[in-house]
């Protein structure tokens, strides 16, 4: 039997060996560090972050802090001098983990930049509990709920569909010691695009269609900034919301000008629920669901097209497609992620 002074020596002989490996250093060898953070976007077309805003959240583990929680280092807002570039520099850093979350979301109120525009604006960036302050950077969110509120973007009439778009880059690095870093985001959006087609309506319907309504149900209102490590979009706070939509008379039209009736939505990841109501000057009133057996979702970056089918034909059918057309990068499988741990997942 070994003795306990025996064994006591080979303990602290095994403690000194995994403190020379792990190479932390201590609070007098220790250097402050930097990191450089350049953003750029993944997506078609042009874009300008000054017509978004753009915020910086860095979290850090703290051993004060429960498991799962991550401490907010701080939260900066960025602005972009040229509109396209989208750089912050953060000094005086301890060497340690880090995470890095850039956002860029569209403005409540666009146009100039006032005070109180500006103040409006950031009222897109919440927490769960509103200006609760908290420092568990896992509890702000996303605030969704302006924008599912605004009017819809349509064709046949055209109304271009306001910028609902949220993009968002997540890095995790070590900061090394005395190191100036530099990290570059990705930023993906994070939200989707729904487009109901109707068709033409003179060729659907009995009469003058008088205004088409597309109610959705329980759609998410709120969204995580960050994402389990895992790239999940993490949604929460369901709402209803209704889009009215008063369409062009193709009745007066010639039949080879005739287009289409389109509703445009911008909506977070989630399950699509919700109907379609009709209504024509002869007294007609119809109403479909939009999923009346197969399932239909709302998928990051991707638009999830609906066409009307008829009234006898089974009402939709259901196609997903990239921003630009080509459906390339569509996660087909994608499924869910939102309401994660019943709307408190991290």
Known sequence: MISNKIWLMAVCMWLFACSEQTNVPSDDEMSLSSVELVASRAAEGDFNFKAHMNRLYIGERKQEHGEGELHLHSASDLYSMDGVNLSFRETQMKPAWYKFVMISAPKIVPGTDDYANRTENFKIFTEEIPEAGSCDLNCFLINYEPILKMKPGSEAPDVKCHDGDVFR?????????????????NLKRINGLLVVDMGILADQFDGKVTSVT????????????TDDNQEKVKCINPINVEYCTTPDDMEKVAEKDRRHHKIIVNLLPSRLNGSIKVTTDKGGNYEFELTPVDEVLIKPNTRTLLMFNGIEQ???KTEYAGYDNTGIDIDDSWNGGWNVNNGKGK
């Open 169 to 185: 880059g997540i890095v995790n690095c070590w900061l090394k010691n005395g190191v100036n870093t530099k990290e570059n985001f």
């Open 214 to 225: 597309l109610a959705i149900d329980k759609t998410p209102s709120q969204v995580y900034v």
């Open 314 to 316: 089974g009402y939709f």
